[in-house]
């Protein structure tokens, strides 16, 4: 199976695409989409979208995992990643791909057993889990995968295979 992990934002978009078969997590990918600062925000959301896109033309996940929204005190930073999460998840949806949300406490719970586990041990379990010799970078990036592996642990993950 390959899961894409998105870590959602406006400037930064952080995904990460992991194969897992027979009990093996191996990183195809990951990295970040970024869009310029001074760029309208309907072209950064268009950026946004074909980005999301052509990862999932490349790499044809069998599904994808994205980060819910926690309250920003910014509220126009929260507005425009809340514009550019659902963007995100049009393009997966458009692609007909199943799409699973986790809040950061379930990713946190999915990697490293523990839901208020901070950024450096999730990080770190990223980095274990995966056989990296470094932790990702940017952080955006180990987000990512880190959504994706918290999909890979969950019981909605058992219950694709109980689809087919």
């Given at each position: ?6 870590d959602?934002g ?5 995904y ?30 268009k950026?946004?979208y ?13 599904a994808?995992a ?7 005190k910014?509220?126009?930073?929260a ?17 007909g791909?199943d ?9 946190k719970q999915?990697?490293?057993?523990y ?11 990223v980095?274990m889990l ?9 952080d ?15 019981s ?6 109980k689809m087919?």
């Open positions: 199976m390959i899961i894409l992990g998105i959602p406006i400037a930064i978009i952080g990460g695409v992991i194969k897992y078969e027979k009990s093996k997590h191996k990183v195809l990918d990951y990295g970040v989409i970024t869009t310029p600062a001074g760029m309208s925000t309907p072209d950064r959301l950026m946004a074909e980005g999301i896109g052509l990862l999932i033309d490349k790499y044809k996940p069998d994808v994205i980060e819910e929204l926690f309250f920003n910014n509220v126009k930073t507005i425009t990643v809340g514009q550019a999460r659902g963007v995100l998840i049009l393009a997966v949806v458009n692609s791909i799409l699973y949300e986790y809040t950061p406490l379930q990713v999915g990697v490293v057993g839901g208020r586990a901070d950024k450096k041990q999730v990080q770190e379990m980095k995966l056989n990296l010799k470094e932790i990702p970078k940017p955006d990036a180990a987000d990512a995968l880190a959504i994706a592996i918290s999909h890979i642990h969950s909605n993950f058992k219950d694709m295979f087919k």
